[in-house]
């Protein structure tokens, strides 16, 4: 049993124990606390934080239940904290956790994960937590399951959050959106995140791209508006039909759709036919060649239909894995010289080109790259800007292959465009809160649940070796 505290007003009190001491300090101190953060095993001993706390503006409250041990999880309910003398609490993060007594209000940030499902009689209870909190500007939430035939939720009139920068919702069949959304009215340019969907039957196709969407019958701000969309293709552990991520914006944010490699092979045509529905000017495309299997079929057709199509986009980002992808993509965005009449150069307005990949990924494709910028040049689509972002997941060639291999990448196209080998591309991320971004073990099904990532931040994985990354400025 250990407890780590710290008694600066400004800096916050952590408890990691539950020994009855500990709680009667917290009491003590009660006046000054900031944040509190307690992780348990035991919701009984949450009773002995009674009292006033004045200033606690955060409080984390993580339950591991010992499932192996016959734990049951209906009935793990917070007991009634500090009796309700939290006047300026704003975030809230329940880990583990059904249901509380607390009449949590004005929150700006919200986190609910009760690891497994909820009960039936939950919306009700996360709707009066939403209600009573307009300026919400985070929420992040498994989704609850509808209400039961006969439950009386009303709807006539939805829940307005016009603050609302993020939304991450999980774990709710594609089928059907998210319960939650038919309640909530979701301002325009809100970034939102579906997270570890699945799909009771399998998908033939891309068919539900546009389905993973609110319906008609939630108050969402025009999607039509998206200027930015991030497309990663990317197998899912969750599922046996896995639809991994969808996080969509506003004009001012980002739309990012992550989408398993099912997509390859059965409705890749199909998803990428969808992005010409949007006046797209930004967009980034990744991949992890990995998890995947090969893919017999070229994409080079679905690639050039949609660039077709994006007559607005002013920036592509490539993060390939995939030779055959990556190659796809470069080939996509010029026609043939010898076609008679020339074909209408793909993306007319494109002049910024990143690129990030393994160093002999790069290496092999740069003669096509550089007969594809030649190409448009000599059409008068200039390409203005060319990024590359080399990494080896070998660390001898850390100091041989990689500084080689970035030097005649630059040399390769130096005079042809503004061409610069980077670190790291830079990105205007929008930042989750710090608390968000921990781990969350599954002890039941021993895998780990990640909330979802938004540029810059990273998320770290045991399964990936960890990318050596080379720097130059050329």
């Not at 679905?302 to 055959?324: C, Q, T, Y």
């Not at 690129?355 to 030649?374: F, M």
């Not at 005649?408 to 005079?415: N, S």
């Amino acid at each position: 049993m250990s407890s780590q505290t710290n008694r600066s007003k400004s800096r916050p009190l952590e408890i990691y124990t539950r020994t009855d001491g500990v709680y009667k300090f917290v009491q003590a101190h009660s006046h000054h606390l900031r944040r509190l953060q307690i992780d348990c095993d035991s919701l009984d001993t949450l009773s002995n934080l009674t009292g006033s706390y004045p200033h606690l503006e955060e409080l984390v409250i993580s339950y591991y239940l010992d499932y192996e041990d016959g734990g049951e999880e209906q009935d793990l309910a917070v007991p009634l904290l500090f009796l309700d003398q939290i006047p300026h609490l704003c975030r809230l993060i329940l880990r583990g956790i059904y249901s509380w007594f607390d009449s949590f209000k004005n929150l700006t940030q919200l986190l609910l994960d009760p690891k497994l499902k909820w009960p039936v009689d939950s919306l009700p209870r996360i709707l009066d937590v939403l209600r009573s909190s307009p300026t919400l500007e985070v929420l992040i939430l498994k989704d609850p399951e509808e209400p039961e035939r006969g439950t009386f939720v009303d709807i006539t009139n939805k829940i307005e959050l016009p603050h609302l920068k993020r939304l991450s919702l999980s774990d709710f069949d594609v089928s059907n959106s998210p319960a939650i959304t038919k309640f909530i009215s979701i301002p325009r340019g809100c970034c939102m995140s579906y997270v570890a969907l699945f799909a009771s039957i399998p998908l033939a196709s891309a068919t539900n791209f546009k389905a993973l969407f609110p319906g008609d019958n939630a108050s969402v701000g025009p999607l039509q508006n998206i200027k930015s969309l991030e497309l990663r293709f990317d197998p899912s552990y969750s599922a046996e039909y896995p639809l991994d991520t969808v996080n969509v914006s506003g004009p001012s944010g980002a739309f990012h759709c992550d989408l398993p490699y099912l997509y390859r092979t059965t409705g890749f045509d199909e998803a990428m036919s969808h992005l010409i529905q949007f006046p797209l000017e930004e967009l980034w495309m990744s991949d992890n060649a990995r998890y995947s299997p090969s893919v017999a079929q070229s994409s080079r057709p679905a690639f050039r239909k949609a660039f077709a199509g994006l007559s607005s986009l002013e920036k592509l980002v490539l993060e390939m894995e995939a030779d055959d992808l990556l190659l796809d993509a470069i080939g996509a965005l010029y026609p043939s010289l010898h076609l008679d009449p020339l074909p209408i150069i793909p993306s007319p307005r494109l002049h910024r080109l990143w690129i990030t990949g393994q160093a002999e990924l790069l290496y092999q494709v740069r003669e096509s790259l550089l007969s594809c910028i030649k190409n448009r040049h000599t059409r008068g689509h200039v390409i203005h800007e060319l990024r590359f972002q080399l990494y080896t997941l070998k660390p001898d060639d850390l100091n041989s292959l990689l500084p080689n291999a970035a030097k005649e990448l630059v040399d390769t196209f130096r005079g042809v465009v503004e061409v610069v080998h980077v670190g790291r591309l830079p990105t205007d991320g929008i930042p989750l809160p710090p608390s968000t971004q921990s781990i969350f073990h599954y002890p039941i099904e021993n895998d780990d649940i990640w909330w979802p990532e938004w540029r810059p931040w990273k998320r770290p994985s045991k399964k990936r070796p960890q990318k050596a990354m080379y720097y130059i400025n050329g």
